[in-house]
Every structure is written in C-alpha cells, then in structure tokens.
C-alpha cells in the first residue's frame, strides 16, 4: 500500500521521537516523559485526522494497554517507562489493530532479549577490562563508552532498553502496514 501524506509525516515524526527514546533508553536506562507525551500526541492528532469517530476507541485501547502492564510495572517486570511508550504507540494505530502492534512489540522484546541473552552467556567469563585489553572497547569515543557500559549491564544481567523493542515493534508493524 502507499502510505498517504496524511499517515507519511506522523509516522515519520513518531519514528523520531522513538529513535530518540531508544537511544536514550539504550544509554541511561529511563524513557523521558516528554517523548511519550510526544508519541502520544502525534497518536491522538493522527486519530482525530483520520478516523475521529473512533478516537475515544483508540484512547480506551491505550488506557487498557497502560492499566494492564502497569500491573506488570508494579511486579518489577517492565520498566514504568516501557509501559508508558507502549501505550502511547497504540494511539499511532487504529483500535482493532493495537493488538497486532502490541504481538510485534513484545516479538522484538523477545529477539531482543535472545540478543542480551545470549551475550550475557558469551560474557561470562570475560571482564570489562579485558575486553578493553583485546580491543573490543577501547575508551575513547562516546560510542566506545557506551558500548563498555553496555558490556558491563549485560555481563551484570541488569534490564533491557525495552525502548529499542519497541522502536523494532512499530517498525516491524509501518512495514507490513505501509510498504
């Protein structure tokens, strides 16, 4: 299908602010407030513009998602962050197909996790110092920073930046929706 203007820049914009909220997630482990707020207005705009007689079904799905896995969040499961994003991407989406985009999110959540998994494993035995002896991180660029912090969290088995898995949760749903 070919994506109309009127989804184009929304979408295009929201893939920003998610970019944004990865990274920032990837680097100190918190979702900003502010790109939720985003997220969620872009979400609600493009619901008003498009489909504005299902708006109120949009808002009540999005109440739904951040009830339900805010029980979650107060079990320690998921990241407070995490369930606020979640449930202001499901305002990006028509009501009926939250659910699809929820099932993609938690995929990426699962490959994701197969990832920090299968590194914690592989770091077992290895130190941050002796990654850096052997080149793997040498100190210098922010990049190189965050990739030995980065090293350390998973060697640690502290939380996943959840915000990555669900940038590749709503890629993963505009490609099969859009392209």
């Given amino acids: 299908m070919n994506l109309p203007f009127i989804y184009a820049l929304p979408w295009a914009a929201a ?6 909220s990865a990274t920032r997630d990837l680097k100190d482990r918190i ?8 997220v969620a207005a872009i979400g609600v705009a493009q619901c008003i513009a498009t489909r504005p007689g299902l708006a109120w079904v949009s808002l009540l799905a999005a109440a739904g998602t951040l009830i339900g896995l805010g029980f979650l969040a107060h079990w320690n499961l998921i990241g407070g962050g995490d369930v606020k994003m979640i ?3 499901t305002l990006l989406v028509p009501p009926n197909q939250a659910p699809v985009l929820l ?6 959540g699962g490959v994701l996790s197969c990832m920090y998994l299968a590194a914690h494993h592989a770091f077992r035995g290895i130190t941050v110092s002796q990654a850096a002896e052997a080149g793997f991180a040498p100190p ?11 090293h350390a969290r998973i060697a640690a088995g502290d939380s996943l930046p959840y915000a990555l898995a669900i940038l590749g949760g709503v890629i993963a749903y ?4 859009f392209i």
Wanted: no cysteine; glycine share 0%; hydrophobic share 65%.
């Fill in 103 to 108: 099932i993609d999110i938690a995929l990426a």
């Fill in 87 to 89: 449930s202001a991407v």
């Fill in 140 to 150: 210098v660029s922010r990049l190189a920073r965050l990739v030995k912090t980065e």
């Fill in 31 to 38: 979702i900003p407030n502010e790109y939720v707020v985003i």
């Fill in 15 to 20: 893939l920003i602010i998610l970019f944004a």
């Fill in 174 to 177: 505009m490609a099969r929706e």
